[in-house]
């Protein structure tokens, strides 16, 4: 069955990294697209960045452009966030999603404080 496996949440001072990962198993990781979301206390769920699949062209949302960097290893079936600069209004649980089969699957999510 399809999973998708988060990691690398944490605690970061404003302006600081971090790097996300996502592990995928149960489906053809290499052609399917992904994405990253995001959801804040109080607020919707709202998609950060998408990458497609052999080509790994990517997407983002404007409020993380140049900032945060999808990217995948297909060898590993894996996808990155690396987000860079972070500010306390990128504090968020951040979930990967794939489309696969006519579903959407979704990771539990890690957690991403920014935080002095």
């Known amino acids: 069955q399809v999973q998708l496996v988060e990691s690398g949440g944490g605690l970061v001072q404003p302006g600081g990294s971090l790097r996300l990962s996502c592990a995928a198993s149960?489906?053809?990781?290499?052609?399917?697209?992904m994405n990253w979301y995001r959801q804040a206390p109080g607020k919707e769920r709202e998609l950060v960045a998408f990458?497609?699949?052999?080509?790994?062209?990517?997407k983002y949302a404007d409020f993380v452009k140049n900032r945060f960097t999808i990217s995948r290893d297909n060898a590993k079936n894996t996808v990155y966030l690396q987000m860079n600069s972070l500010q306390p209004e990128d504090a968020a649980v951040y979930y990967c999603?794939?489309?696969?089969?006519?579903?959407?699957?979704w990771g539990q999510g890690t957690q991403v404080t920014v935080s002095s």
């Open positions: 999603n794939a489309h696969v089969g006519g579903m959407d699957y």
């Open positions: 149960g489906f053809t990781f290499s052609r399917t697209p």
């Open positions: 990458i497609s699949g052999i080509l790994a062209l990517a």
